[in-house]
């Protein structure tokens, strides 16, 4: 039971476009996201993260929307660049008593940003 | 600043042989966490430290497993007796351990068994 999904296993975007990477979850107690970015042979690295109280939060190229309504979010990169060639991990937390540091993770995206 | 380290980087052993695999987590951070990938489960919590006391372990698949944390600054995963299908990347995280704090990942360790 995949209680976080990014339905995309991968995505291709021409550089300097916008790349849109998805993510759903199904837990209503999630009350922190966070967005990972990881390369080959390395561990995940934190990207952005947001709490359920924002609907947006913003860093730099990289935005992070999330629409509690729909149990999703999603993340912005613009302009994007080669080196954003990642897979991108969503993580969600929350609803556990006494332990809400435990991450819920999806599968990832791979994302492929064309020179 | 030093990151998560963990060691070996890859690990290829026979099937039934003991396996540990270490990690040496962010200094100040009191949080540690085990993680285990693999292409059809993706990253799967297996167990999680805090003041290196064991917090939550439901995510140890079986006895073979085991975890310690004898100090702030050492970490081990122990698989005893191994199988081959324990064959996954072996990911180390750590933490501060207030509410919303980003986990930051070590390389992790590769492990093969035949």
């Known amino acids: 039971d995949q209680q976080v999904k990014q339905n995309s296993p991968s995505l291709s975007v021409q550089e300097g476009r916008i790349s849109i990477l998805n993510c759903d979850y199904t837990?209503?107690?999630?009350?922190?996201f966070l967005w990972y970015k990881k390369y080959p042979a390395e561990g995940p690295t934190f990207l952005i993260s947001?709490?359920?109280i924002k609907d947006k939060n913003e860093d730099g190229r990289f935005t992070v929307f999330l629409n509690k309504s729909a149990k999703h979010l999603s993340l912005h990169i613009v302009p994007s660049q080669p080196g954003d060639s990642a897979v991108y991990f969503c993580?969600?937390?929350?609803?556990?008593?006494?332990?809400?540091?435990?991450?819920?993770w999806g599968l990832g995206t791979s994302l492929a940003v064309n020179p | 600043d030093a990151g998560v380290i963990q060691s070996p980087r890859h690990e290829v052993t026979e099937m039934g042989q003991e396996v540990t695999l270490r990690c040496k987590p962010i200094?100040?951070?009191?949080?540690l966490f085990w993680y285990r990938q693999t292409m059809m489960r993706g990253l799967e919590l297996l167990i999680y430290?805090?003041?290196?006391?064991?917090?939550?372990d439901s995510g140890m698949p079986e006895d073979r497993f085991s975890a310690k944390m004898p100090n702030a600054s050492f970490s081990t995963l122990k698989i005893q007796p191994s199988e081959p299908r324990d064959s996954a990347v072996y990911f180390c995280?750590?933490?501060?351990?207030?509410?919303?704090?980003?986990?930051?990942f070590g390389d992790g360790t590769r492990l093969s068994i035949l």
């Open positions: 995280a750590s933490s501060f351990s207030m509410s919303n704090q980003p986990q930051h």
């Open positions: 200094s100040g951070h009191n949080s």
């Open positions: 430290f805090n003041n290196n006391v064991p917090i939550d």
């Open positions: 837990n209503s107690m999630f009350d922190y």
């Open positions: 947001i709490s359920s």
């Open positions: 993580a969600a937390s929350g609803g556990y008593a006494g332990n809400n540091r435990k991450l819920i």
